[in-house]
C-alpha cells in the first residue's frame, strides 16, 4: 500500500460552479479563469471539463496558454498579465491568445511588432486596485491608439475589483463609477459596441451592476466561496477539490503529557491520539492551530499541536471506534478549504493553489 494522501478533484462539481455562475447572469458571456494550474485543481483537467460550456479561458501568461495548446484545448485563451516581451506577440497570436494591455509599455510593443494579422485586446483600467492597467486618463487616447493600429482586432475594456467581497461596501461602487466615466467618451464616440469585462466571483455574486459583457469567474468555480460569511448563492456552490488521507497510527496518552513538535499541546484529559499522513510537505498549512476541524469519519475533530513536513495529530477522544486505515479529509465538500484557512491565518485560494506535486491527483466525474 502506498502513503494515502491525495487530492480528489469532482469535475462535474465544477461544471456545476461554473452553469450556477451563468444563471445568475445570463446576459453575461464567460471567461473561466484557469490560472495557476486552476487553482490547483488541474487546469488542462479542468479547462476540458469547462471548454464546451465557456465562450473563453484565462490564464495568467503565455507558458500557461501554451500548455492548454499543447493539450488540445481550443477556445481562445486570454493572458490576464498580457505578454512580458515582444517575441511572446507572434506566439499569442498564432495559438489564438488574447491580450491584457495593462501598461504603455506594453502599448509600445504592440504598436511596434509586425504581427501576422490583428490580436485582440483586452484595454485594463486601474480604478483602484493599483496593481495592473492604465489610469483612468489615459483610455482615450490609448483606446485611440489601439484602434488605430493594424495590429489590434476587438478590443474589451476591462478593470479588476479590490474589495468586491466586501458586500455593500462603497469602494466596489467606486470602481464601478470610475470604470464608466473613464470608458463613457470611447461609448459615445465609437460606432460599434463597447465590449466591458468586470466581475470576477465575488462581484458577479454580490454586485449585479458589475455583469456585462464578460465574467470572469475564478474561485466560484472551484467551489470556494469569496466571502466570509455564506449567502443564498454561495451555499449552492460544490467544493471541486477533496483533500484526503488516512489515519497511520493511534495513542492513548495522560493529563499532562504533550503532543508533537514544541510541545505546544497538552492533554488536559486522558485523550486518544490519532495521526495523519498528511503535513505541510503535502500542502496542509503549517500555520493552521490547534483545533482546526479534521473530518474523521465524516466527524470533526480537532487538530492537536504543531502540523508537522508528513503528519498532523489530531484528537479523537471525543469520536468512537477511530481505526488505522481511517479515512481523514482535510477539505472538501463538508469541510471548506475557506474554514481550514481561516485557522491557519490564510484564505481558501492559497491552500488549494499551492499543492505540491508530491499529492497524487485523481479526477472523477
Ligand atoms: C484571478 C482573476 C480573476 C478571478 O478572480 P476570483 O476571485 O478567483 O473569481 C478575475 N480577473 C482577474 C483579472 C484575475 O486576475
Redesign the pocket.
Known amino acids: 500500500m502506498s502513503r494515502p494522501v491525495k487530492i480528489i478533484i469532482d469535475l462535474a462539481a465544477i461544471q456545476t460552479n461554473c452553469r450556477l455562475a451563468q444563471t445568475i447572469a445570463p446576459q453575461s458571456k464567460t471567461v473561466a479563469?484557469v490560472?495557476a494550474d486552476a487553482?490547483g485543481h488541474g487546469s488542462v483537467e479542468v479547462a476540458k471539463a469547462l471548454e464546451p460550456q465557456v465562450e473563453m479561458l484565462?490564464v495568467?501568461c503565455l507558458e500557461e496558454a501554451l500548455v492548454l495548446r499543447e493539450n488540445g484545448l481550443l477556445k481562445p485563451i486570454l493572458l490576464?498579465e498580457g505578454c512580458f516581451e515582444q517575441t511572446e506577440l507572434k506566439i499569442a497570436l498564432a495559438n489564438q491568445c488574447e491580450l491584457?494591455l495593462h501598461s504603455q509599455c506594453q502599448l509600445e510593443q504592440l504598436l511596434k511588432v509586425n504581427l501576422a494579422s490583428p490580436i485582440n485586446i483586452w484595454l485594463?483600467v486601474d480604478t483602484g486596485m493599483h496593481r495592473?492597467g492604465i489610469s483612468p486618463q489615459e483610455v482615450e487616447s490609448i483606446y485611440a491608439a489601439l484602434t488605430a493600429s493594424k495590429n489590434v482586432n476587438n478590443i474589451v475594456l476591462?478593470t479588476?475589483f479590490a474589495h468586491?467581497?466586501h458586500v455593500g461596501g462603497a469602494f466596489t461602487p467606486k470602481q464601478i463609477d470610475c470604470f464608466q466615466n473613464a470608458i463613457q467618451p470611447i461609448i459615445d464616440t465609437t460606432s460599434q459596441k463597447v465590449q466591458r469585462s468586470m466581475?470576477?466571483?465575488?462581484a458577479?455574486l454580490a454586485w449585479p451592476q458589475t455583469r456585462v459583457d464578460w465574467n470572469?469567474?475564478?474561485?466560484?468555480?472551484y467551489g470556494l466561496s469569496?466571502f466570509s460569511e455564506l449567502n443564498d448563492q454561495t451555499k449552492h456552490l460544490k467544493p471541486a477539490m477533496s483533500f484526503e488521507s488516512q489515519v497511520i497510527a493511534i495513542r492513548d496518552i495522560s493529563v499532562g503529557e504533550s503532543v508533537g513538535y514544541g510541545c505546544t499541546w497538552t492533554a488536559k484529559r486522558p485523550s486518544t491520539i490519532a495521526t495523519i499522513a498528511v503535513g505541510y510537505g503535502d500542502g496542509y498549512p503549517r500555520g493552521a492551530k490547534s483545533g482546526t476541524p479534521v473530518l474523521i469519519n465524516g466527524q470533526r475533530a480537532p487538530l492537536a499541536g504543531r502540523v508537522s513536513m508528513d503528519l498532523i495529530s489530531v484528537d479523537v477522544t471525543d469520536l468512537a471506534n477511530v481505526k488505522i486505515g481511517d479515512t481523514a479529509i482535510l477539505w472538501g465538500k463538508d469541510l471548506s478549504a475557506n474554514e481550514v484557512a481561516n485557522w491557519a491565518g490564510t484564505i481558501g485560494?492559497e491552500l488549494v493553489t499551492r499543492m505540491p506535486k508530491r499529492v497524487a491527483r485523481l479526477f472523477v466525474n
Do not use: C, E, F
Open positions: 479563469v490560472k487553482y484565462t495568467s490576464l491584457v485594463k495592473l476591462m479588476h468586491a467581497d466581475a470576477n466571483s465575488a458577479l470572469r469567474p475564478g474561485i466560484m468555480l469569496p485560494y
